[in-house]
């Protein structure tokens, strides 16, 4: 296929898989309830790109005991790995690391993709393989080379502790924990892990002064060059699987072949979750194996693997300085008090098979 065909195709693709109303629309429901001097100022631009909404919050209970479940090791095996162990609130919600390290040290196959915003994927992981957060949560618990539990332990050990069994109570109103109630605190709390504001949003809300020239610069080519194509929406990604390494193959170090583990078509082989571009500041390494360590070397590689095309030295840093202004406000919160552990609540087994 020629590389223009392509992008045809890949723009079609990107208008249809958008996921926020047409922005007129949203200007004028939203200006509607707001005084005349903010009206002024915003007219938001039509881009590829929106910003991102601020969540909203509910069902605070549930969304403190999802905080409380996301941040205690007691739901690993070792009693040491938690949900914030491999999705460090303090580091974008990512650790950092070309893949993740497991129970006894084990090492994953594959980088850990951020927690932030993840609420606006179209499905979980890299391949899809969970539709939603919920889904999503009872898989690290279960897995030998993550937290190594099992469901029917985590519930055990939440039931032996009396301040879960209260707060449970109080939350779904039953006297029996379930896996279910568990994964469903957690993805309630994952809900609120958005990160509004960045620079960049406050431009397109209408800003002209939040992103200097360079940043403006990069964002045309970004767009120009067709990255917009796979990266667009509210999270500049997440919204549909593509092949890495459309133009020129990429020669992964993981072992894994993506989406085709889901689906089971050969097409499909290579094909991965467009990962988020939202505070892809903080994120790095990047790519499913980890193997780029800076922004430079993951615009370098996009442009001459997606699109065939091989920027300058001052291409690629205009379009790295646009990438840093999606860095938005990070979820602030109090560290949760974990209720302690009673008498009879299993202990951890660090060393165990
Ligand atoms: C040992 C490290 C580790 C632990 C512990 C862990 N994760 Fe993950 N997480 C990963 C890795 C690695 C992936 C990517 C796996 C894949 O795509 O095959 C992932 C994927 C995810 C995703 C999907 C994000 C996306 O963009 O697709 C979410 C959400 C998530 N984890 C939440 C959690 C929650 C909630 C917990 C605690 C119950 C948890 N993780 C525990 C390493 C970890
Ligand atoms: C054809 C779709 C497509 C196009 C075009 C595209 N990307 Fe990507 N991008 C992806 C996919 C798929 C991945 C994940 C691939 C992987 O890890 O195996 C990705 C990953 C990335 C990452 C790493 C993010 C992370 O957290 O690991 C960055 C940064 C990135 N793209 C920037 C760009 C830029 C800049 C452009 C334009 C030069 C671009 N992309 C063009 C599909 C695309």
Redesign the pocket.
């Known amino acids: 296929m020629k590389l223009t065909t392509f992008l045809g195709a890949l723009t079609t693709l990107a208008v249809t898989t958008s996921c926020t109303p047409d922005t007129e629309q949203q200007n004028n429901s939203k200006s509607a309830q707001k005084p005349a001097a903010e009206q002024e100022i915003s007219v938001m631009r039509n881009e590829p790109v929106k910003p991102l909404e601020p969540a909203i919050i509910t069902d605070t209970a549930m969304v403190e005991l999802g905080k409380k479940?996301?941040f205690d090791p007691r739901?690993?095996l070792s009693g040491f790995?938690?949900?914030n162990?491999?999705?460090n609130l303090s580091m974008g919600g990512s650790?950092n690391l070309k893949?993740?390290?497991?129970h006894k040290w084990s090492r994953?196959?594959?980088?850990?993709?951020?927690?932030l915003n993840?609420n606006l994927?179209l499905?979980?992981?890299?391949?899809?393989?969970?539709k939603d957060?919920k889904e999503?949560?009872g898989?690290?618990?279960a897995n030998p080379?993550?937290?190594a539990f099992t469901h029917e332990l985590a519930v055990e050990l939440l039931q032996s502790i009396p301040g879960y069994v209260d707060e449970f109570h109080q939350v779904f109103a039953t006297t029996s924990i379930d896996i279910d109630q568990v994964t469903t605190a957690?993805a309630a709390f994952?809900e609120t892990l958005v990160t509004p504001d960045s620079r960049f949003d406050l431009w397109l809300k209408g800003d002209d002064s939040a992103i200097n020239e360079t940043e403006l610069k990069g964002y045309a080519l970004f767009k120009s060059s067709g990255c917009s194509a796979c990266h667009n929406g509210p999270a500049l990604g997440?919204n549909s699987f593509q092949k890495m390494g459309l133009v020129a193959p990429y020669k992964a170090t993981s072992p894994?072949e993506g989406r085709s583990a889901v689906t089971g078509k050969d097409a499909d082989r290579f094909s991965f979750?467009v990962?988020?571009l939202r505070n892809v500041e903080l994120t790095y390494p990047y790519f499913?194996d980890g193997e780029a360590e800076t922004l430079a070397e993951a615009v370098e590689i996009m442009g001459r693997i997606q699109l065939g095309r091989t920027f300058t030295e001052e291409e690629n840093e205009q379009i790295v300085a646009f990438l840093k202004t999606l860095t938005g406000t990070q979820p602030r919160m109090e560290l949760p008090l974990l209720p302690p552990s009673s008498d009879t609540t299993p202990r951890p087994d660090p060393f165990s098979d």
């Open positions: 479940l996301y739901l690993s790995i938690s949900c162990s491999c999705h650790d893949s993740s390290i497991g994953g196959p594959i980088n850990s993709p951020t927690v993840s994927n499905a979980q992981f890299w391949d899809g393989r969970a957060l999503q949560a898989g690290p618990i080379g993550e937290m957690i994952e997440g894994v979750k990962p988020t499913h």
